[in-house]
């Protein structure tokens, strides 16, 4: 299982970020997919999680109505659209597995986080 | 939103048996969901060491172990290793603790 994530970098307050994931060695359209956030030398806090079938969605309090996610299951990519940005957004953002293809919430495999900083 | 809360920092010296706490509610834990566990080694991205109470994935050592009671888990880690060094978290339906700093003495 591989996971990279990109998209990631420096951006105002107010402002919009594109976060990527790209899968590989694992069936991608078999399991449920997550963001999972960490501010530096914090502790973890889910973010955002889509079914395999993008039936599914679910956002912590924190960033409903401010983020997106989403998949193209042909691209074997995971998406997160984070709009209306604020400072305490800034973090190590994870692409991270479900075990499962839904509804159970076991982070199995976890990209390497991608560094996003909301700054004026 | 539930919160699990754990001990912020735990020591153990080599070959020794630690145990870290994870107390949740009766709306997360005490509900029944299950309990798993990640280590967060220095740098590098958590791992998932235990899974549904007390299960360990491909590759993790048995030193590793875990249990559930009520409102509350523990991940008791036997044998401690300088290699065990790291942060160590506690999630149950999509929350996770705070985590607890493993230091290795």
């Known amino acids: 299982v591989h996971l990279v994530e990109s998209g990631g970098g420096l951006v105002q307050p107010g402002g919009s970020l594109r976060l990527s994931c790209a899968a590989s060695?694992?069936?991608?359209?078999?399991?449920?997919m997550h963001w999972v956030r960490q501010v530096a030398g914090k502790g973890l806090e889910w973010v955002s999680g889509?079914?395999?079938?993008?039936?599914?969605?679910a956002y912590a309090d924190s960033v409903k109505g401010r983020f997106t996610i989403s998949r193209d299951n042909a691209k074997n990519s995971l998406y997160l659209q984070m709009d209306s940005l604020r400072p305490e957004d800034t973090a190590f953002y994870y692409c991270?597995?479900?075990?499962?293809?839904?509804?159970?919430?076991?982070?199995?495999?976890w990209g390497q986080g991608i560094l996003v900083t909301v700054a004026s | 939103q539930s919160v699990l809360m754990q001990p912020p920092s735990v020591s153990g010296a080599p070959g020794q048996r630690v145990t870290i706490s994870c107390t949740g509610s009766?709306?997360?834990?005490?509900?029944?969901?299950?309990v798993h566990w990640y280590q967060q080694l220095a740098g590098t991205a958590p791992k998932l060491l235990i899974y549904?109470?007390?299960n360990r994935p491909s590759g993790v050592p048995d030193r590793f172990s875990a249990s559930k009671s009520g409102t509350s888990a523990n991940l008791v880690i036997s044998g401690l290793q300088a290699e065990d060094e790291a942060d160590y978290y506690c999630?149950?339906?999509?929350?996770f603790g705070g985590g607890t700093k493993l230091t290795v003495l």
């Open positions: 009766n709306s997360d834990i005490g509900a029944g969901y299950a």
């Open positions: 060695g694992f069936i991608f359209d078999d399991y449920a």
């Open positions: 889509i079914s395999w079938n993008n039936e599914n969605i």
């Open positions: 991270v597995k479900d075990a499962y293809g839904s509804g159970v919430e076991i982070f199995d495999n």
């Open positions: 549904i109470n007390n």
């Open positions: 999630q149950s339906i999509g929350v």
